[in-house]
């Protein structure tokens, strides 16, 4: 079936199988590689993308459930004017190691920080409690964040 | 932070930011998974359903009518190579032949144009098993009668590098044993003897990036883009396994998404490679969470100790006897339980001790290596064991340590490396982080722990450095970047020798074909052995510079102009050469390269109504002799803290009669943000002590091993002792029962 979508802002028309998933056509159709494949049941975060503006895991997300919608991969973030602060500061804090994470650690920091839900130590905690680290002990990243969320 | 250490330098020592932050923060940093070859097929592999049967038959030939399948491999296509590998025992098929040892399993693999028909042809392998007796665990794998894992004969790998291949004793495929002065006449005369058993659990690494390779055959040109931490040690084991000269093959390696031992030695490759080589194309294979916990794990344990002391404390005696889960296959077993009898007795002055730890074959998942292998398994045990030892003299656990401790230069393994740290000073600065001596409410407790661990593995690394025309420096050097920043590290240090900005030093990845050999990406000896080939390296560039000046007062504007005196023109570029040797044999027995300090201190608080363990603060030492990117040190620090967490309070693989049960990280848990301590602070301590470039030497794994240990620590300060990890809240709050029941419970 033929399913439309915006991606990063340009319109895409996808020939898609039912039971594909939004993380498999943003990877292998579209090329957009930046949202990455770790635990495959919506614990990591690592496949996190926005959809209309909202995170959700794009590995248990059906993609033709993103028929006429909106969808931001960090590719179409990092084309954005206020992706050049969340980079400065990301980077002055060592906020990521490895970088697996980082994706779609940004995009989650990026919907909470426009909906105000970062204020405070535990806010930022509780906001990115489900997108997983193993590298960093997530220091680094809660510094970057309050500041950004100062 | 402490420095003894001269501040003459420029760029090393300075918190550079990471070189690779732009591409990683944008998601353009490349990782196995990101990578499409041309023509390439995807491959999908069939596990075991049980832990143990033989193979009574493979029908594939559903499997090979589902469109789109080009392929299936099974063990006996394997018939023209020696197909069975491990860099310490030679010991493991590339795919399962005749028998399955462990849930999980290589049974068969697909290649197909799409990843979808290769997972709906691997669902219509029809594999018929008859089921054997299981060997579910160490005790069962050493009673008497067990069945056996393995009847091979015991066939040292290429890697071994512990000395002679002991042969396989029933399911015991290595055994680690130390034996110094009168143990029993000591214990005999002791005021004081802690003696108890312990568990520890089987953990998973999760490196977020499961582990991935492509493979490309063509003729005897075997080509990888894998995702591995020891790419020269990879490819002589598929240049052995696969028949081609070492320099046929060729391992590239992209950006890890995480490594932290999982991806060390060979892992996934062999498999892949025998794919595309029946297929004819290239292939990629990409475990699932499910596949990776099964391919390599931390190893579970059980330990026997005992201490003795004097009544005022002095230390005398230990005694310890463990045995070590390696799984079916040996995998990096035997130097995991080496280690472990190194990091046993702890870094005091004993007049005996002994050490006995073996590593079991059993029917569960292989295990290898995990950041601080050993050191993490042990280092909880003898030092809750100190603490006791402090308890029942009635002294403070601080200084019994300040009393008992090794100083710099004192023996800590026979003819081995002395001690080359002050661990004293690093315990005393990670105590005083947490609180220790100040009044506390009850239910908290606080606690140290002092490790070491020996690091550097096999020092042979070389650099290559290339001083280009338009001025720019070039580093070609083995190491994997997994996130530990060595791109930005030897970037610092490349520059500072030569004398140009760190921004004009480009590191480049792992290509085999073009860095030259560098022994592996672990046992945190990047920074010490590889940064000190590259050190090297720069300084040859720099030498040469002066040569062609005449003078040594040279700047960085002067190296064009100086290039095109020398070459004639706007072209050439200069190549300096970087080479680590060993200082004697480089043996084991002689090392270690240098001693990984594993020290820290935590506050914690038990909640007895739930058993929920709440970690307060926590505060470890990096102790590296010389901080190449500061900001860069705390964050290896942070991250092990959090790992250390993760294995000391709920990281569990469950097994079942060999079955894994928790294998997703829905009900296998990872620390998230909301396990942050308090407080977590690492203290750098620069004393300019390790062998590495300015004094340094390496960090990252130490805390890992040294979290746990003072996690024990402050809960049994708070009045809870444990000798099960981990540190559930259904164990402690049994504990505490238990406690109640005996009277004992002090709160």
């Not at chain 2, 190449?628 to 705390?634: C, F, G, H, R, T």
Request: proline share 5%.
């Amino acid at each position: 079936m033929d399913v439309a979508f915006s991606v990063n802002g340009r319109e895409v028309v996808r020939d898609l199988e039912p039971q594909e998933l939004l993380l498999d056509v943003l990877r292998d159709s579209l090329g957009l590689t930046g949202a990455k494949r770790s635990c495959d049941v919506q614990v990591c975060g690592a496949c996190t993308v926005l959809v209309d503006g909202l995170p959700v895991s794009s590995c248990c997300y059906l993609a033709a459930d993103a028929a006429g919608k909106e969808v931001t991969t960090i590719e179409g973030l990092a084309e954005r004017p206020e992706f050049a602060r969340l980079e400065e500061v990301f980077t002055r804090h060592a906020a990521l190691q490895c970088g697996f994470c980082t994706p779609g650690m940004l995009l989650t920091v990026s919907a909470l920080l426009e909906h105000g839900e970062l204020a405070g130590e535990e806010a930022i905690k509780h906001g990115l409690a489900g997108n997983l680290c193993r590298c960093t002990g997530y220091r680094g990243i809660l510094e970057a964040v309050a500041e950004l969320a100062a | 932070m402490t420095s003894t250490v001269p501040e003459t330098l420029t760029h090393v020592g300075r918190s550079h930011p990471r070189r690779d932050a732009r591409e990683k923060l944008r998601g353009e940093a490349q990782f196995a998974g990101d990578l499409v070859v041309p023509r390439m097929l995807h491959g999908k592999v069939l596990r075991s359903p049980i832990a143990h049967g033989r193979i009574v038959s493979i029908d594939t030939s559903a499997a090979l009518r589902v469109p789109g399948v080009v392929c299936v491999l099974t063990g006996a296509d394997l018939h023209d190579i020696d197909p069975y590998y491990g860099h310490s025992i030679r010991d493991r098929p590339i795919i399962a032949i005749d028998k399955v040892r462990f849930h999980g399993e290589q049974v068969a693999a697909v290649a197909a144009e799409t990843p979808a028909a290769a997972a709906a042809a691997v669902e219509l392998i029809v594999v018929e098993y008859e089921e054997l007796p299981v060997v579910s665990g160490v005790a069962d794998a050493t009673a008497p009668g067990a069945p056996l894992v393995t009847d091979r004969e015991s066939r040292p790998g290429l890697f071994h590098g512990l000395g002679e291949m002991p042969a396989r004793d029933g399911n015991v495929c290595y055994r680690y044993r130390i034996d110094r002065g009168e143990l029993e006449s000591v214990f005999a005369r002791a005021d004081i003897v802690v003696e108890d058993e312990y568990t520890f659990p089987s953990v998973y690494q999760y490196a977020m990036e499961t582990h991935t390779v492509v493979a490309q055959v063509e003729g005897d040109e075997i080509t990888l883009w894998a995702a591995c931490q020891h790419p020269f040690l990879v490819r002589a084991e598929i240049a052995d396994l696969f028949g081609v000269p070492v320099a046929n093959v060729r391992i590239q390696v992209p950006y890890l998404g995480g490594g932290f031992g999982s991806k060390s030695y060979t892992k996934m490759e062999p498999l892949t490679v025998a794919l595309a080589r029946k297929a004819g194309r290239p292939v990629r294979i990409q475990n699932r969470v499910g596949e990776s916990m099964v391919t390599t794990r931390r190893h579970n344990m059980t330990c026997r100790m005992r201490t003795a002391a004097t009544a005022d404390g002095r230390l005398l005696a230990r005694d310890v006897e463990c045995l070590f889960d390696t799984g079916a296959y040996a995998d990096n077993g035997p130097r995991v339980v080496a280690t472990a009898g190194d990091a046993a007795p702890g870094p005091y002055r004993w007049a005996a001790y002994r050490v006995d730890a073996s590593c079991v074959y059993t029917n569960l998942a292989p295990a290898g290596s995990y950041r601080a292998f050993g050191a993490t398994h042990l280092q909880w045990i003898g030092e809750s064991q100190v603490d006791e030892v402090a308890r029942r003299a009635g002294l403070d656990p601080l200084d019994v340590r300040r009393e008992n401790l090794c100083a710099p230069g004192e023996e800590v393994r026979a003819g081995g490396k002395p001690l080359d740290a002050d661990l004293v000073g690093d315990v005393e600065k990670v105590a005083a982080r947490v609180g220790w001596g100040e009044p506390k409410r009850p239910l908290i407790g606080r606690g140290v722990s002092v490790g070491l661990l020996a690091a550097g593995a096999h020092p042979v690394s070389s650099a290559i450095c290339r001083l280009e025309a338009d001025g720019r420096v070039v580093v070609l050097v083995g190491t994997t970047e997994m996130g530990q920043g060595p791109r930005t590290a030897f970037a610092q240090i490349a520059a500072e020798e030569i004398g140009v900005d760190p921004d004009q030093v480009t590191v480049r990845g792992a290509d085999t074909r073009f860095s030259p050999y560098d022994r592996s990406t672990g046992a945190s000896r990047s920074t010490t052995i590889a940064g000190l080939a590259v050190q090297r390296a720069a300084a040859d560039i720099r030498a040469q510079l002066e040569s062609i000046a005449g003078t040594s007062d040279i700047g960085a504007g002067d190296h064009l102009a100086l290039m095109r005196t020398h070459f004639g023109f706007a072209g050439g570029e200069l190549i300096g050469r970087g080479e680590v040797a060993p200082i004697g044999t480089g043996s084991y027995a002689e090392g270690p390269v240098f001693w990984e300090v594993c020290v820290g201190a935590a506050e914690v608080e038990v909640d007895p109504e739930t058993g929920f363990v709440t970690v307060l603060r926590t505060a470890t030492a990096a102790d590296v002799g010389r901080a190449i990117n500061p900001q860069l040190v705390e964050r290896q620090d942070e991250g092990a803290t959090l790992q250390g967490i993760g294995n000391a309070l709920f990281e569990e693989m469950v097994y079942e009669d060999g079955l894994l049960l928790n294998d997703t990280l829905l009900d296998y848990r990872i620390p998230t943000f909301e396990d942050l301590p308090g407080e977590m602070t690492c203290v750098i301590v620069e004393n300019g002590d390790g062998p590495g470039p300015y004094g340094a030497k390496g960090c990252g794994e130490g805390a890992l091993a040294a979290v746990p240990a003072a996690i024990v620590n402050a809960l049994a300060d708070a009045g809870v002792p444990m000798t099960e990890l981990p540190l559930t809240p259904e164990r402690v709050w049994r504990r505490i029962q238990d406690l109640k029941k005996e009277g004992t419970w002090q709160q």
